[in-house]
């Protein structure tokens, strides 16, 4: 992306179908992969676009929608992870099924080619690989690599093919120090950035800090950036932001916090029985999800401390209270594994900040105590 891109838009396609059957074809959908039901999810996203619903909207407005659902069910509990996992399979499939009808294929692709890629350790490839067969389907030429790709292999990527951008995919935010790492060897090779996914923040504000040269909310406004084109990162110029953004990473926390995870959750879960007394009659089961739980918290404290964003952990916060809700796990013995990586963590300031921070929030969304004797978790 050296230049504006003089890559050829799509032809103009039909006109969308009307609303409530926008909404029809998105409910059909779900109820296929709800369903498990490959072919009749085939067959009503061809069968729409067949009818008239544009490549993109399809892509975007239906599968993208229903995924999202899919999510949010999870979330709530009503689907089980295999359940999610074969949706996302079925989704999968039929937008390869998509890419080869007719009315998907673009202009022939003008200029050099787009890398869409997920940072390593990011298995969520799906909004990714929605974004490079939208681009596809603009006239770019894509190089779509998957999920969980390796910085060096992705640097050897662009070095034998010699993209003109690298389109960076995140949806778990605790990838975002190894989405650093990825801005920083693309711009080291010549190779501008643009972030997207939801791991960057609703406002792409980690983006930002991380030095990506471009983010998108979404994959239309992607398609613009890389339509409009991308400068030549600036080798100087990136690394000056990079150490201005970064600045609080001196102190150390980040890195003393990820060297001593292992011990911060082991302390954490031999004293949480004190401190939670429901936890004596655990399963087995039970008290590995609960050191799985404290372990995703220290995950979270220390990207908080990398981005410096004081509102990174009570947001994840938020959304753990509302899962373990909807299991019917008390969000409340949450609270006693923040005290104790506190105090484990007092000498750093920080990281006590960030944790105290996080007790308020959560103070927030949680019932008041039962008095003792109420016979109701506390």
């Not at 399979?89 to 202009?107: C, D, S």
């Not at 509102?311 to 594994?337: I, K, M, N, Q, Y």
């Amino acid at each position: 992306m050296t230049a504006a891109s003089s890559t050829p838009t799509a032809p103009t396609a039909p006109a969308a179908p009307a609303g409530a059957d926008l909404d029809d074809v998105r409910e059909r959908l779900w109820l296929a992969v709800r369903d498990g039901d490959e072919y009749r999810a085939s067959d009503t996203v061809l069968g729409a676009v067949d009818a008239g619903l544009p490549v993109v909207t399809a892509l975007l407005d239906v599968i993208g929608a229903v995924q999202a659902r899919v999510g949010v069910e999870w979330a709530a509990n009503r689907l089980t992870v295999a359940q999610e996992h074969a949706a996302t399979a079925i989704h999968e499939r039929v937008i390869a099924a998509l890419g080869h009808h007719p009315r998907h294929r673009g202009p022939e692709p003008a200029g050099g080619r787009i890398t869409v890629v997920c940072v390593d350790g990011e298995w969520h490839a799906l909004p990714a690989r929605l974004l490079a067969e939208v681009l596809r389907h603009h006239g770019h030429g894509v190089d779509f690599l998957g999920a969980h790709v390796p910085v060096p292999h992705l640097v050897g990527h662009l070095h034998r093919t010699g993209s003109r951008a690298v389109a960076l995919s995140a949806t778990f935010s605790l990838h975002l120090p190894t989405a650093h790492t990825a801005v920083t060897a693309c711009q080291a090779v010549g190779v501008p950035v643009l972030a997207g996914g939801a791991a960057f923040g609703p406002d792409g504000r980690y983006a930002r800090t991380l030095g990506a040269d471009a983010w998108a909310p979404d994959a239309r406004a992607a398609v613009d950036v890389l339509d409009r084109g991308l400068a030549l990162p600036d080798p100087l110029r990136t690394e000056a932001r990079a150490v201005s953004c970064l600045a609080h990473l001196a102190d150390q926390e980040y890195t003393m916090v990820v060297a001593t995870r292992r011990q911060l959750v082991k302390e954490t879960l031999a004293r949480l029985e004190e401190r939670y007394p429901p936890m004596r009659s655990y399963t087995d089961q039970q008290r590995e999800r609960t050191a799985e739980d404290i372990g995703h918290i220290v995950d979270h404290l220390a990207v908080a401390l990398y981005v410096n964003d004081p509102e990174f952990l009570p947001r994840f916060l938020r959304w753990t209270a509302g899962v373990l809700d909807a299991r019917s796990v008390p969000a409340r013995s949450l609270d006693p594994a923040l005290e104790l990586l506190g105090r484990q963590l007092q000498d750093f300031p920080r990281a006590s900040r960030t944790l105290r921070q996080a007790r308020a929030a959560l103070d927030h969304l949680l019932p008041a105590p039962h008095p003792p004797g109420s016979g109701r978790i506390a």
